[in-house]
């Protein structure tokens, strides 16, 4: 499978600027914490054309960082996110994106939408922008979008608070539709929506994945729906990547401790032992990322952790075809 979206080396890193007071204060021991904030460390991934490439991990560890990166609407401080061969942000590090070949789907599809413009207005803007649609064809150009994502036409005239929450989702995926993208970076788009809700808008994602042959990053940190919709998951800790591979191979055997973790904290049930529900959850709290442990970030939690975990960080290394897993001590298959 050729590589569309490829990610070198990235890390991005969140320095606080302080005044003069702010900095002696801090000097002193009191005042604001002056340390960096490390949300992505050392990143490396491929996703290939027409795939669908599941990104896991607890909340905070730097997953929705990394998709804004790969979406060209925050620089990073170190590497590059290309798509086909071009740098997202034109080679310059600044928030203005040089393509439009990779669009994003928020989280929450009511702050992501402008409340005081129409569902028509918001979807062709973009397009208008880009020279991809003339002003007097707008309308129709945004009825068609609209119906390809399940809703009426009449919608243009509306506003966003006159729709249900997975409506918005609907018309947020539309706008990014809109923009003709090659790749799009969906950052939990789910995890507002009820349940019910969450299987229409993942069946969304499929069958437009099948129609206009999307590739496409899902953030996610429910691990059934990332199973579900992914060719492959990436599974985050604390800003690295810790293992990827094929969906169907990581969740039946996990080769990282956290990985299996990870899996192992979702209830299941069971009918043994006169119980109903088992699950284990992850021993320990996720480190701050302004103090990240030396060594494997894991090593704090990880039951198998060796005197090199703690002084040595682990790098990607090869456990099978197309399954890279960063330990010291990968589990056996």
Known sequence: M????????VSKRFAPTLSVGERIAA????????RTVHAVDDVSLYIGKGEV?????????????LGRIIAGISPP????????????????????????????VFQDPFASLNPRLRIGDIIAEGPIAHGLVRKPEARGYVETWLAAVGLARDAADRYPHQFSGGQRQRIAIARALAMRPDVLVCDEPVASLDVSIQAQIINLFLKLRREFGLTMLFISHDLGVVRHISDRVAIMYLGRIVETGRTGDVYASPRHPYTRALLDSVPKLVLEDDQLVSFHAIQGELPSPRARPSGCHFHLRCPHAA??????????????????VACHFPLEA
Do not use: F, N, Y
């Open 2 to 9: 050729s590589s569309l979206v490829s990610v070198a080396q």
């Open 27 to 34: 000097a002193l021991g009191s005042g604001p914490d002056p």
């Open 53 to 65: 490439l599941g990104l896991v991990g607890e909340s905070g560890c730097g997953k929705s960082t």
């Open 77 to 104: 401080t170190a590497g590059a996110a290309t798509i086909a061969g071009k740098d997202v942000m034109g080679g310059r590090r600044k928030a203005t994106k040089a393509t439009t070949r990779v669009q994003m």
């Open 307 to 324: 005197p090199r975990c703690r002084s040595e960080a682990p790098h990607p290394s090869a456990v099978g075809s197309d399954r890279q």
